[in-house]
């Protein structure tokens, strides 16, 4: 099985790659998660796979959606 790493190796080289990247999506949403979680110990790579997974299948994170929701808001609002 030479050449092939699992999902944890996977995801501690990509966090390692982008640790000074200030603005990593997935980086972001897995800490959106983890705080919506209760902040658990132990869930670090189930939360980074989420948010991979979803950022990867087009769902707007929640930075994106409270933007989308100020826009809105600004929209209906009569001037």
């Known amino acids: 099985m030479t050449g092939e790493t699992n999902g944890a190796e996977t995801a501690a080289k990509e966090t390692s790659e982008n640790i000074d990247d200030k603005k990593h999506p997935i980086r972001d949403r897995a800490y959106e998660i983890w705080e919506q979680e209760g902040r658990p110990e132990g869930r670090a790579l189930n939360h980074w796979l989420r948010a991979k997974w979803e950022i990867e299948h087009g769902h707007k994170t929640g930075t994106e959606l409270k ?3 100020g826009e809105f808001e600004s929209m ?3 001037d």
């Open 67 to 69: 933007r989308l929701e």
């Open 76 to 78: 209906r609002r009569p």
